[in-house]
């Protein structure tokens, strides 16, 4: 039972029976009938053409469904007479289903849900593992943001930046459960990719693996956080890299720069360098620059100014930090990083300790916890 | 997307406005609480934000390790002075914003005279699991 396949099927066949003028709720609901089918008779009975077969199944499905509604017995009949077509469609307009998604009428978590239904074929079990919320409320959440977009004509092209923050929503905001939503979203991305013809859309795609390379030597066998100076290259997945490096090269040499793609260049020069001390910062605090301009983010600002650090030394990074606002996310830990390099270790352990207090997640805090007890410690004799 | 606890507290929390202890209500008014509160917990749960909740027992006891071989040291109940925790809900919403707008509609449950109780919720966020997140190379 090849579930991957299953599941990149899902698109297609569901905008095919949108196509064929079936309600985008009912449609969904058919498909998710039409996988479970398959699930259950693929494994002794395998089709030859995978897809004609979940199309005819999920019509079937949806016939069914609308036909014990007599209300809809007129519109049921003029559908039922026009003609099966034997073989599906060869244009591909997943695309409509990714806009259709991530449509801004929902909010994120709603985008988020849909998206990974719908686009991805995941079950609403699996998507509620995930973000570990129960069933019914995953369930409740995805029939409400079906009910949102229904009334959406689905021929209208959306914009490609609401579905790129979805995919990167799902990226970075995934648990636990028996999907892993990175490589989810990596698939989704790539598929996307493939639909559609946007540097951007290269551009998450680039970031995507060429953070999700460096993802197993992000942790410790403990779950403690190590930081990129401290990671074991040789467990990088090189291969990913490439990958990620050849995408980011193509979609910058059609000069049409966007966030996503000088955060993976950012990203990528990271990857490219052997060893810590050999990070191209001055390359890299040309590339916050540019991202800078393109989002006028403090964030990135902040994180220009430790690349500043590391480029022009630990006081220039503190010149560039002393003009973002100190309650920014991560301003403390960053201060006190600097602070530390500069040789001040005493206002570092205490920044230390201050920025673990504030830290927005648990591996975050006992890292920084563990900067500052490590400082004390040298200072207590 | 992240996961809020409510927490609704017997004590330890600022007095709510319509500050009349339950037992004194009418009830009629306990039941309009109570109803109240299942059905803000339905509509979280068609919202898709509900996650989980549970009512507690006022009585609590403090338990301590005693050292090798002895049983375990308890102290309490002190239902008279300790802050003590009513119950809590367990929310995921898109935004801290979103939090506290639930939360408010918490605290407007009906109490005596069927008018809201005002009642002082705790808001806390929960660390994530597993932090997905962009490198960091400075430690943050």
């Given at each position: 039972?090849?579930?991957?396949?299953?599941?990149?099927?899902?698109?297609?066949?569901?905008?095919v029976?949108?196509?064929?003028?079936?309600?985008?709720?009912?449609?969904?609901?058919?498909?998710?009938?039409a996988?479970?089918?398959?699930?259950r008779?693929?494994?002794a009975?395998?089709?030859?053409?995978?897809?004609?077969?979940?199309?005819t199944?999920?019509?079937?499905?949806?016939?069914?469904a609308?036909?014990?509604d007599?209300?809809?017995?007129?519109?049921?009949?003029r559908i039922?007479?026009?003609?099966?077509?034997?073989?599906?469609?060869?244009?591909?307009?997943?695309?409509?289903?990714y806009?259709?998604?991530?449509?801004?009428?929902l909010?994120p978590?709603?985008?988020?849900?849909?998206?990974?239904?719908?686009v991805?074929?995941?079950t609403?079990?699996?998507?509620?593992?995930a973000?570990?919320?129960?069933?019914?409320?995953?369930?409740?959440?995805?029939?409400?943001?079906k009910?949102?977009?229904?009334?959406?004509?689905?021929?209208?092209?959306?914009?490609?930046?609401?579905?790129?923050?979805v995919?990167?929503?799902?990226?970075n905001?995934?648990y636990?459960?028996?999907v892993?939503?990175?490589?989810?979203?990596?698939?989704?991305?790539?598929?996307?990719a493939g639909?559609?013809?946007?540097?951007?859309?290269?551009?998450?795609?680039?970031?995507?693996?060429?953070h999700h390379?460096?993802?197993?030597?992000?942790?410790?066998?403990?779950?403690?956080?190590?930081?990129?100076?401290?990671?074991?290259?040789t467990?990088?997945d090189?291969?990913?890299?490439?990958?990620?490096?050849r995408?980011?090269?193509?979609?910058?040499?059609?000069?049409?720069?966007g966030?996503?793609q000088?955060?993976a260049?950012?990203?990528?020069l990271?990857?490219?360098?052997?060893?810590?001390?050999?990070?191209?910062?001055?390359?890299?605090?040309?590339?916050?620059?540019?991202?800078?301009?393109?989002?006028?983010?403090?964030?990135?600002?902040?994180?220009?100014?430790?690349?500043?650090?590391?480029a022009?030394?630990?006081?220039?990074?503190?010149?560039?930090?002393?003009?973002?606002?100190?309650?920014l996310p991560?301003?403390?830990?960053?201060?006190?990083?600097?602070?530390?390099?500069?040789?001040?270790?005493?206002?570092?352990a205490?920044?230390y300790?201050?920025?673990?207090?504030?830290?927005?997640?648990?591996?975050?805090?006992d890292y920084?916890?563990?900067q500052?007890?490590?400082?004390?410690?040298?200072?207590?004799? | 997307?992240a996961?809020?606890?409510?927490?609704?507290h017997?004590r330890?929390?600022?007095?709510?406005?319509?500050?009349?202890?339950?037992?004194?209500?009418t009830?009629?008014?306990i039941?309009?609480?109570?109803?109240?509160?299942?059905?803000?917990?339905?509509?979280?749960?068609?919202?898709?934000?509900?996650?989980d909740?549970?009512?507690?027992?006022p009585?609590?006891?403090?338990?301590?390790?005693?050292?090798e071989?002895r049983?375990?040291?308890t102290?309490?109940?002190f239902?008279?002075?300790?802050d003590?925790?009513?119950?809590w809900m367990?929310?995921?919403?898109?935004?801290?914003?979103?939090a506290v707008e639930?939360?408010?509609?918490?605290?407007?449950a009906p109490?005596?005279?069927?008018?809201?109780?005002?009642?002082?919720l705790?808001?806390?966020?929960f660390?994530?699991?597993?932090p997905t997140?962009?490198?960091c190379?400075?430690g943050?």
């Amino acid at each position: 039972m090849d579930e991957a396949l299953l599941r990149s099927l899902t698109p297609s066949v569901l905008t095919v029976l949108v196509r064929r003028g079936a309600d985008f709720a009912a449609a969904e609901d058919a498909v998710q009938d039409a996988l479970v089918e398959a699930v259950r008779l693929w494994p002794a009975d395998p089709p030859r053409d995978a897809k004609g077969w979940l199309v005819t199944v999920a019509w079937r499905k949806f016939l069914d469904a609308t036909r014990s509604d007599t209300a809809r017995r007129r519109r049921e009949e003029r559908i039922e007479e026009e003609p099966a077509p034997g073989s599906t469609p060869a244009v591909d307009d997943t695309l409509q289903l990714y806009f259709l998604c991530a449509h801004p009428s929902l909010t994120p978590s709603s985008a988020v849900a849909l998206t990974l239904r719908a686009v991805g074929g995941l079950t609403t079990r699996q998507i509620a593992q995930a973000y570990l919320v129960p069933e019914a409320t995953m369930a409740q959440r995805i029939s409400r943001a079906k009910r949102t977009v229904s009334g959406v004509r689905f021929d209208q092209p959306g914009d490609v930046g609401t579905v790129l923050r979805v995919l990167y929503l799902v990226f970075n905001e995934g648990y636990s459960g028996d999907v892993d939503l990175a490589a989810e979203a990596i698939r989704l991305t790539r598929q996307l990719a493939g639909a559609i013809d946007h540097p951007e859309v290269a551009g998450l795609l680039a970031l995507m693996l060429l953070h999700h390379a460096r993802r197993a030597s992000r942790t410790a066998p403990d779950g403690g956080l190590v930081p990129l100076a401290e990671q074991d290259r040789t467990r990088w997945d090189t291969a990913a890299i490439a990958e990620g490096v050849r995408i980011l090269q193509t979609a910058l040499a059609r000069d049409r720069l966007g966030e996503f793609q000088a955060q993976a260049a950012i990203a990528a020069l990271h990857a490219d360098a052997p060893t810590a001390g050999e990070t191209d910062w001055v390359q890299i605090v040309e590339w916050y620059d540019e991202l800078a301009r393109l989002t006028d983010s403090p964030v990135v600002r902040l994180n220009r100014a430790v690349a500043v650090g590391e480029a022009d030394g630990p006081r220039a990074g503190l010149a560039a930090l002393a003009v973002i606002k100190d309650s920014l996310p991560r301003h403390t830990a960053a201060a006190a990083y600097l602070h530390e390099r500069a040789g001040d270790v005493t206002t570092a352990a205490r920044l230390y300790a201050e920025a673990a207090h504030k830290a927005p997640n648990l591996a975050e805090r006992d890292y920084l916890t563990r900067q500052a007890a490590r400082l004390n410690s040298r200072t207590r004799y | 997307m992240a996961k809020y606890l409510l927490l609704k507290h017997y004590r330890g929390a600022p007095a709510p406005a319509n500050d009349v202890p339950m037992e004194q209500w009418t009830p009629e008014e306990i039941s309009a609480h109570v109803q109240y509160m299942r059905d803000f917990a339905d509509r979280l749960v068609k919202t898709g934000e509900y996650v989980d909740g549970q009512a507690l027992a006022p009585e609590g006891t403090w338990v301590r390790y005693d050292g090798e071989g002895r049983p375990p040291v308890t102290d309490g109940p002190f239902a008279e002075t300790k802050d003590l925790i009513a119950g809590w809900m367990v929310i995921d919403v898109d935004s801290y914003e979103r939090a506290v707008e639930v939360a408010g509609e918490l605290s407007a449950a009906p109490g005596a005279g069927g008018k809201p109780i005002h009642e002082w919720l705790e808001l806390r966020p929960f660390y994530a699991a597993s932090p997905t997140d962009p490198e960091c190379h400075a430690g943050g």
